[in-house]
């Protein structure tokens, strides 16, 4: 399997992300909403390592979150799916998929794979492999 790739996390799109998630505007951002600021500035954690950052400022943030996101190709993503028997033109049950999304490597909550799901076009419980792909992929 190709390995997946890697860019560096600015300090733009930090200060950009963090401002979205402290939707309070109290200037500290902790538990599910610093997970979901390191997630969507495309770090992947490890187990209980954003416990361990607690509460973050902006310029704590701007220190502390590791400045490499890893980026999954199409390939990579298809690889994987391939793995697990499922070809690019395959339909997939969406139970299979939350149950993998939230259980294997750092899981998703259940709110990002209802996000990622409102996103795809899913019939009678089934999605497309390949629009799986274009919407995880870059």
Do not use: W
Not at 54 to 60: H, R
Not at 86 to 100: G, K, P, Q, W, Y
């Amino acid at each position: 399997m190709s390995a997946p790739s890697h860019n560096n996390i600015t300090d733009e799109e930090i200060r950009e992300y963090f401002l979205l998630v402290d939707i309070n505007n109290t200037g500290v951002v902790s538990g599910d909403k610093l997970d979901t600021l390191v997630r969507a500035l495309g770090y992947v954690p490890r187990p209980g390592e954003i416990h361990n950052f607690g509460s973050l400022t902006l310029e704590e943030a701007l220190v502390k979150i590791p400045r490499t996101r890893t980026v999954f190709s199409k390939n990579n993503i298809l690889e994987a799916l391939h793995i697990l028997g499922i070809d690019e033109n395959s339909a997939v049950n969406t139970t299979v998929l939350r149950n993998l999304f939230t259980s294997v490597g750092q899981p998703l909550t259940n709110q990002e794979v209802e996000e990622l799901f409102s996103s795809l076009p899913v019939t009678n419980g089934l999605v497309l492999a390949k629009d799986l792909v274009e919407i995880l992929g870059v």
